[in-house]
């Protein structure tokens, strides 16, 4: 999956962590690795993360915080910025979406939005 804005494009993996689940206690680990590619002639930085989270039941939960796992990168042009973080569902499907705030060279802030992606077991959906 992949989003694109403005100078910004952002692409998601994700994995289901089967040995740290435990189905029978409505525990489902799942990794995702996001790659943010900086496509601009100016650096970029990221300085907040914003995730709603639904599980299969409809049940949500948000997390806003600074940074990704403990950084605010600063993203050159052509390149990319790369990091995996996880997530833990009371069911074996659910949806993330979200955004980044980033910062140009100017100081200017902009939204690079995270378009919905899924996560489910292998072999849930067909």
């Not at 994995?15 to 002639?41: M, R």
Request: hydrophobic share 30%.
């Amino acid at each position: 999956m992949s989003q694109l804005t403005s100078s910004v494009r952002v692409d998601v993996k994700t994995e289901y962590i089967e040995t740290q689940s435990s189905p029978d206690e409505d525990k489902y680990l799942f990794s995702y690795t996001i790659t943010i590619h900086n496509l601009g002639s100016d650096d970029v930085t990221l300085k907040r993360r914003h995730w709603c989270i639904t599980d299969s039941n409809g049940r949500k939960s948000e997390v806003h915080g600074t940074g990704v796992v403990g950084e605010t990168p600063t993203i050159k042009p052509n390149s990319s910025y790369k990091y995996t973080s996880g997530t833990v569902l009371e069911t074996p499907l659910g949806v993330m979406e979200g955004s980044y705030t980033m910062v140009d060279s100017n100081g200017d802030e902009f939204k690079a939005p995270i378009s919905a992606f899924r996560l489910s077991i292998p072999g849930l959906l067909h």
